[in-house]
């Protein structure tokens, strides 16, 4: 069973940086699809952006797109980074990852199956 476990959330003031961890254990992630979601105080679920492990391909929604970064970690290939940049109150909200074996990567929902618990970012001054 695949468990995925997310981390480094925080509060963080406006225009501040985060980086959030993805470790995956129980299963080899080399060639599976990650993706970052999240969700903000009454708002829907968010696809924020996803990480192709079979091309090293990634994908961002547009409201990311220039400030967060996904990699993975080449030493481990089992952990995924998202580094976020520049961050704005609209970005707070409960981030997850998740996990589906396929060779490309989506930004929606439904197509993953394992997912982590959390990890809660606060952007405010």
């Known amino acids: 069973q695949l468990q995925l476990v997310e981390s480094g959330g925080g509060l963080v003031q406006p225009g501040g940086s985060l980086r959030l961890s993805c470790a995956g254990s129980?299963?080899?992630?080399?060639?599976?699809?990650i993706g970052w979601f999240r969700q903000g105080p009454g708002k829907e679920e968010e696809g924020v952006s996803c990480f192709s492990g079979s091309d090293g391909s990634a994908n961002y929604a547009d409201s990311v797109k220039g400030r967060f970064t996904i990699s993975r970690d080449n030493a481990n290939k089992n952990t995924v980074y998202l580094q976020m940049d520049g961050l704005k109150p609209e970005d707070t909200a409960v981030y997850y990852c998740?996990?589906?074996?396929?060779?490309?990567?989506?930004?929606?929902?439904?197509?993953?199956?394992?997912w982590g618990q959390g990890t809660q970012v606060t952007v405010s001054s």
């Open positions: 998740a996990a589906v074996r396929h060779y490309r990567c989506t930004l929606g929902e439904d197509d993953y199956d394992y």
């Open positions: 129980g299963y080899s992630l080399d060639y599976w699809a």
